[in-house]
C-alpha cells in the first residue's frame, strides 16, 4: 500500500514538472462568458452549464493543472489546527503565507496571515490588532467578525470560527472555517465586517493571491460508497468520504417516509483500524430534492499512513414503535407500563371543570405522537384539545423523567388512551465498511 510520505514525494515531482499556464483563468473565464445566454430556471443548471464549460476547455487543452499538492511532513489534529498560529503550522509546511493587511479608519488592522486549503474546507488565519489606547470588548460585544470568501468560482460561507484575544484586549488571533474554495481560484477575496457603535454593520474586503499549488490535496477519497442503513421510517443513505489534511467528511442523505429531517439523527462513529476518530459533529445541507434531506458528517483527520479498514457505525437513530392496542387509564400510578421498547408512567387522571387532565411522564427522548391523541370515554372517541409544556419530574434516585398534562374536553371519566406511536432513540448498532481498496495502490 502506498504510504502518505510516497504519494506526497509523487505529487511534489508533479507539481515540480507541471505547471499551470499562467492565462488559464482568463482562458476558463473567456469559456464561461461566451456561453449563450439562455432563460434561467433554477440556478442548478446554469452551475451545471458553467462546470461544463470548465471541464471542455481542460479537456481540450489537455491540461494537468496540479490543483492540490501537500508537503506536510506530520499530520496535525483538528485540535492542534485550531490552536496553533499560522507561523508555527507553516514550520510544517502547511498552506499558503499571505500576511494582507487592511487599516480601518480607527487604526485598526485586521491581517490575513496564511490559508490552508483542501477539499473539505478552507482554514484561514487572521490577526486583528487595536490602535494604542483602545479594545475589542468597549461595548460588552466582540465587534469583528468575518462573512465569507470569494473568487472565481468560488462562493464559500464560513462554517465556524474560534480565537482569542490577549490580555490587553488589543491584539486578537482568530482562525475561519469555510466551504472549500475552487482550485482555479487565482485572487480570492474575505470579507470582514464589524458591528459600528451606531448599530450598522460596515464590510471590510481585503483579497489575496491564491497560490493553489501551496495548499492541500485530499489524503483520500472516495465519492461513491453507496452504502444504506434500514431504519424504522426509512433509509439512511451514505454518499460520500472525504479525508484531508485538515478533516474528514462523510456525506450521506435521508429517504424517509416523511419530509424533513429525522427526530433524532443518530450517533454515527467512525472507525479507523479499529479505533474511534473523534466526531466533530453534523450539519444538515441542502434538500437534494423534494422531501429528501440531505447530511454531513465532520471527523478528525486520520493520523496514519496505513489505512487497513475504515468503517462507519450506525449506533442509535430515530426509531419509531406503532401503538395498537388501547392503554387502560383504570388505574393511574407512578408505576411504569412497557409499551414495545419503552416506558411512559400514567400518573394521574383528574376531573376538571372542563373535562379531564391526564398526567403522562415519559423518558427524555420519548416523544408521543399528538396529532391523532385521544382518550375513549363511555365509547366516544375524544382527542386532545391541549398539551402542557414538558416539566421534570425527579425520581430522587439520580433519575429525571419528563411529564406533561394533556386535556380532554369530556364529562365522562375516561377509560383507554388511544396512542398512534411514539419516537424515541433507537440502538441499531449497524457497521458499515467503506471501500479502500482503491486508496491502497
Given amino acids: 500500500m502506498t504510504t502518505i510520505e510516497e504519494r506526497i514525494l509523487e505529487h511534489k515531482q508533479t507539481l515540480n514538472i507541471v505547471q499551470a499556464p499562467s492565462e488559464l483563468e482568463g482562458r476558463l473565464r473567456n469559456a464561461l462568458e461566451n456561453v449563450p445566454t439562455k432563460k434561467r430556471k433554477v440556478n442548478r443548471a446554469m452551475t451545471w452549464v458553467a462546470s461544463s464549460a470548465a471541464a471542455l476547455l481542460l479537456i481540450v487543452g489537455t491540461y494537468q493543472y496540479p490543483a492540490f499538492a501537500y508537503f506536510g511532513s506530520m499530520l496535525f489534529s483538528k485540535n492542534e489546527l485550531s490552536s496553533l498560529s499560522f507561523s ?19 487604526g485598526t488592522v485586521i491581517t490575513i ?48 470560527g474560534s480565537g482569542g484575544s490577549s490580555k490587553d484586549e488589543t491584539h486578537y488571533e482568530g482562525i475561519s472555517k469555510f466551504e472549500p474554495v475552487s482550485p482555479f481560484s487565482r485572487t480570492l477575496t474575505v470579507t470582514f465586517y464589524e458591528w459600528l457603535n451606531s448599530g450598522e454593520r460596515a464590510s471590510y474586503p481585503i483579497s489575496f493571491k491564491f497560490e493553489a499549488n501551496k495548499a492541500m490535496r485530499s489524503m483520500f477519497k472516495e465519492e461513491d460508497i453507496s452504502k444504506s442503513v434500514p431504519v424504522d421510517r426509512g433509509i439512511v443513505h451514505f454518499d460520500s468520504i472525504t479525508a484531508s489534511p485538515t478533516t474528514t467528511n462523510v456525506k450521506g442523505y435521508y429517504e424517509m417516509d416523511y419530509e424533513g429531517y429525522p427526530r ?24 437534494i430534492e423534494e422531501g429528501i434531506a440531505g447530511f454531513e458528517l465532520e471527523f478528525d483527520v486520520l493520523q496514519t499512513d496505513k489505512i487497513e479498514t475504515l468503517e462507519l457505525v450506525l449506533e442509535n437513530f430515530d426509531g419509531y414503535q406503532k401503538v395498537e392496542e388501547p392503554i387502560s387509564l383504570a388505574s393511574p400510578s407512578d408505576q411504569s407500563i412497557t409499551i414495545g421498547n419503552e416506558k411512559v408512567w400514567i400518573r394521574s387522571v383528574t376531573k376538571t371543570d372542563t373535562g379531564y ?61 388511544l396512542l398512534d406511536g411514539y419516537h424515541y432513540i433507537k440502538t441499531y448498532d449497524k457497521t458499515i465498511p467503506l471501500p479502500i481498496e482503491d486508496n491502497k495502490k
Fill in 264 to 287: 433524532f439523527p443518530g450517533e454515527i462513529k467512525l472507525y479507523l483500524n479499529g479505533s474511534e476518530v473523534k466526531s466533530w459533529g453534523m450539519r444538515g445541507e441542502r434538500f
Fill in 88 to 106: 508555527e503550522v507553516a514550520e510544517q509546511g502547511y498552506g499558503q503565507t499571505v500576511n494582507k493587511s487592511k487599516t480601518l479608519d480607527d
Fill in 113 to 160: 496571515n496564511g490559508v490552508i486549503a483542501d477539499d473539505n474546507a478552507l482554514l484561514m488565519y487572521y490577526t486583528i490588532d487595536r490602535p494604542a489606547g483602545s479594545i475589542f470588548n468597549e461595548s460588552k460585544s466582540f465587534r469583528y467578525n468575518v462573512d465569507k470568501v470569494q473568487g472565481f468560482l468560488t462562493d464559500s460561507d464560513m462554517r465556524g
Fill in 357 to 417: 387532565d391526564i398526567i403522562i411522564a415519559r423518558k427524555q427522548f420519548t416523544i408521543l405522537e399528538t396529532e391523532k391523541l385521544s382518550v375513549q370515554a363511555d365509547g366516544i372517541v375524544v382527542p386532545v384539545s391541549s398539551i402542557s409544556l414538558s416539566r421534570p419530574w425527579d425520581l430522587k434516585n439520580g433519575n429525571i423523567l419528563w411529564e406533561q398534562t394533556y386535556s380532554f374536553n369530556t364529562m365522562e371519566k375516561p377509560d383507554h388512551l
